[in-house]
T-cell receptor, first 117, second 114 residues
């Protein structure tokens, strides 16, 4: 079974600085999807960024980028120019491409990011 | 992105009663919907997967008779917590989407059982 591990329960960053959140996963599959979700205090889940495993190029979305190391099964999120609104719980998630799994997401434990003004 | 609504957003009930939570996809058809449970400061734990027109698939350890899931249409799935007890108090989140496309999350329902 696939597992997702986020080893940093809490992280802190100064406003305008850069922070990297770590995520590792375990799978025997060669094709899959990886995601980072943000959950602010409202608790609405927001998709931050997505990576397809077959793509070697790291995904980027404005200030958010990932470092995807397939062989190492690592998928870290870098937030540049951190803003107060980035403060939230961040979840790393894995999704198989196997048909019989229906597209369910497996989440890591989460990292709570605080941003200091 | 697509919108998923949940109703109610908060519910308080007495122990032993049943509570129904609705999850609706407002502007797309959700062939698959997922139900998650989240305790404070913890991750989302998948409870079950429901496909329109068929029985839900429950994750190991989730009581099928306690958490009844119905996905009667492509825009509506319901979760009924039967004979609720205080330990069922939690935050319940649904998500919907076509099977392999992006999942869109509802805003969640906070259930408190007294």
């Amino acid at each position: 079974a696939q597992t997702v591990t986020q080893s940093q329960p809490e992280m802190s960053v100064q406003e305008a600085e850069t922070v990297t959140l770590s995520c590792t996963y375990d799978t025997s599959e060669s094709d899959y999807y990886l995601f980072w979700y943000k959950q602010p205090p409202s608790r609405q889940m927001i998709l931050v960024i997505r990576q397809e495993a077959y793509k070697q190029q790291n995904a980027t979305e404005n200030r958010f980028s990932v470092n995807f190391q397939k062989a190492a099964k690592s998928f870290s999120l870098k937030i540049s120019d951190s803003q107060l609104g980035d403060a939230a719980m961040y979840f790393c998630a894995y999704r198989t491409t196997l048909y019989n799994q229906g597209g369910k997401l497996i989440f890591g434990q989460g990292t709570e990011l605080s941003v200091k003004p | 992105g697509a919108v998923v609504s949940q109703h109610p957003s908060r519910v308080i009930c007495k122990s032993g009663t049943s509570v129904k939570i609705e999850c609706r996809s407002l502007d797309f058809q959700a062939t698959t919907m997922f139900w998650y449970r989240q305790f404070p400061k913890q991750s989302l734990m998948l409870m079950a997967t429901s496909n329109e027109g068929s029985k839900a698939t429950y994750e190991q350890g989730v009581e099928k008779d306690k958490f009844l899931i119905n996905h009667a249409s492509l825009t509506l799935s319901t979760l009924t917590v039967t004979s609720a007890h205080p330990e069922d108090s939690s935050f319940y989140i649904c998500s919907g989407g076509a099977a392999y496309n992006e999942q869109f999350f509802g805003p969640g329902t906070r259930l408190t059982v007294l």
